[in-house]
């Protein structure tokens, strides 16, 4: 256990370096008034990297194989409600434990108060729960992923219109926030046990995309949501409060005031597991206690992991993002921040453990033909261009759907053309790319550039509808470029299926031409004889 968690910090402090090196460099450029914002980021980096750390530890040693024992044994029951059911209970579940989320569910509630985090984080991971509902019943019944897709964005496209601003971008990112280290495992086990169970004896496509329809969902509960919010104050939301993610308190304070609202994530998914591992699956004592002892470094971790992002991660973003408006500066200088958001899109995404595990299953199912490298390089191409359009939006104050409705559109025109497998990939890979790293510095970075702008141009735009978006960019992208990939990898296919067919035929007629040879030279052979 020593071993792997000091390998896990490790790879995480790795993950973490390109931000390190843009915060250093930008602290260069603006140096902080005290030492003590000093101390205050140096511990809240050190939590960050220790929490995750401790966190994912904790994950592979109790959610993960829950995860797994739960989704492998519903070869058990071929009841269709009873999987649904259990589909849904488990993704939401899973979804409230998301750290990512509960990050993103504090960023809001300390703008708009009248959203409160507990509530958000309830509705996103209940439209989990419906999306994962929803993919299971496509496996069982084998509808076509893409007529799945283009139904369901239909769906969002047409709640956008009744939705209030102020709800469409937090709808995008809470989507993208709730599909995370804790909710994907169990998911993607979820819809693996289903496929073997109600899918026997087809494709491994039939398994993908479960990620992208069960992200789809939150997108809708949140729009939902909006509505009712806004009809329920008489048709107004009241005003936002000004953006700080800046505290006063020490780090044990902050410490002791997460200590009920970690517990609150983390207990239901333990509750709901107990009754499933000892009265339906029947687990031996041991394995049991030691499934329950795993639970403790994942509260533990989570505990110190969004500790450290209150006390000194959110501040450095917000420090970040404001300096580059600072008066003392030319008007141009603003602009540097589509090159740090385009760098640190593409320096975490490249470095990201997931992309790689993305990379690797996709050249496995390719043959080779698309290499991990291709794949990462890829996708930290367009998320570094996902992270500069959500900065240029931000500082050009243009409504989000004039980006994202163009984005999506692409994304669903392009599933005629692309084959079924990485139409699964795409969506999948969509839901993952933005994680707790994303939450813990890129929203504040980007929500304290939305104050800078409101405060500079007259508040033409409020901070809720102008600084959220960014996990919604980084969502969407992938899935233009996994599918181009795939469309790329069908025409190589058939290119090589041709030449091949065309060599098979070369060798046949020259196999042919040969006999024909042999019997006109045996032929002239007899005639000569004669």
């Known amino acids: 256990m020593r071993s792997k968690f000091l390998q896990t910090v490790r790879d995480t402090f790795y993950s973490s370096l390109p931000l390190a090196v843009i915060i250093v460099i930008c602290l260069l450029i603006a140096p902080l008034s005290s030492i003590g914002d000093y101390v205050k980021i140096i511990v809240g980096y050190a939590c960050v990297v220790l929490g995750q750390a401790m966190f994912l530890v904790g994950l592979d040693t109790s959610i993960l194989p829950i995860g797994r024992m739960v989704g492998g044994s519903f070869a058990k029951y071929n009841k269709l409600a009873f999987v649904l ?255 740090v958001g385009f760098v640190l899109g593409a320096a975490i995404t490249v470095s990201e453990p997931a992309v790689t595990v993305l990379g690797a299953q996709i050249e496995e199912l390719t043959n080779g033909h698309i290499k991990n490298l291709t794949i990462r390089i890829t996708l930290a191409l367009g998320i570094g261009v996902a992270s500069l359009l959500s900065i240029l939006k931000i500082l050009t104050e243009i409504n989000i759907l004039y980006f994202l409705a163009p984005l999506y559109a692409i994304s669903i025109i392009m599933m005629i053309f692309t084959p079924k497998l990485f139409v699964g990939l795409a969506f999948d890979s969509g839901g993952v790319t933005g994680g707790a790293l994303t939450s813990a510095f890129l929203t504040p970075l980007t929500l304290s550039i939305a104050a800078s702008v409101a405060e500079a141009n007259g508040s033409k735009m409020s901070i809720l509808t102008n600084g959220f978006g960014i996990i919604s960019f980084i969502s969407v992208t992938p899935l233009i470029a996994i599918q181009a990939l795939g469309i790329i990898y069908n025409i190589r296919l058939k290119l090589a299926q041709k030449c091949e067919a065309e060599e098979s035929f070369d060798d046949l007629e020259g196999f042919v031409m040969g006999d024909t040879n042999n019997e006109n030279a045996n032929e002239s052979e007899d005639s000569e004889n004669e």
């Open 85 to 339: 059911c259990f589909g849904f209970v488990f993704g939401l579940l899973a979804t409230v434990a998301e750290p990512a989320l509960s990050v993103l569910a504090k960023q809001i509630s300390s703008i708009i108060p009248i959203v409160n985090s507990t509530v958000f984080i309830w509705i996103t991971g209940t439209g989990i729960g419906i999306g994962v509902a929803i993919a299971l019943l496509r496996i069982v019944k084998n509808i076509n992923i893409k007529w799945v897709f283009a139904i369901l964005y239909s769906l969002i496209f047409l709640l956008v219109v009744f939705s209030p601003s102020e709800f469409i971008a937090l709808a995008f990112d809470g989507s993208g926030a709730t599909t995370g280290d804790v909710s994907v495992p169990f998911i993607l086990a979820l819809g693996l046990g289903i496929s073997a169970t109600f899918s026997k004896g087809k494709t491994n496509d039939d398994s993908l995309g479960i990620i992208g329809i069960a992200s789809v969902g939150p997108i809708i509960a949140v729009l939902i949501y909006g509505i009712i919010v806004k009809a329920a104050n008489g048709g107004t939301l009241p005003p936002e409060n000004t953006f700080d993610m800046s505290s006063n308190s020490g780090f044990g304070a902050i410490l002791m005031g997460n200590v009920l609202d970690v517990a609150l994530a983390v207990l239901p998914i333990v509750l709901i597991s107990v009754p499933f591992l000892t009265f339906l699956l029947k687990l031996p004592r041991r394995t049991f206690l030691m499934l329950m002892l795993g639970v403790i470094p994942v509260y533990v971790g989570l505990l110190i992991f969004l500790s450290g992002i209150d006390y000194g991660f959110g501040f450095v973003g917000q420090y970040i993002g404001q300096m580059f408006f600072d008066e003392s500066r030319p008007e141009y200088f603003k602009w540097l921040l589509l090159l």
